[in-house]
């Protein structure tokens, strides 16, 4: 009996690891699309003068409760 005698359903059984291996790979590469396709809009947005919250609290320690959304 060696390590990769499954049976009578190896058939499945590799189809399925087959069918989970396609599943996650096709995740990562849209996961990395993403990621670069959010990069892109974030430094669209940068370039066209909008600013990040987190920045605007670091510039100012004064910040209205407006500027946090809780206004």
Do not use: C
Not at 51 to 63: F, I, N, Q
């Amino acid at each position: 009996m060696g390590a990769f005698d499954l049976g009578p359903h190896a058939a499945f059984i590799w189809a399925s690891y087959g069918a989970v291996t396609l599943v996650l790979a096709g995740l990562v590469v849209w996961l990395l699309a993403d990621h670069r396709k959010q990069r892109r809009m974030l430094a669209e947005l940068e370039a066209s003068g909008v600013t990040r919250r987190s920045a605007r609290k670091a510039e100012g320690a004064g910040a209205s409760p407006s500027d946090n959304g809780q206004g």
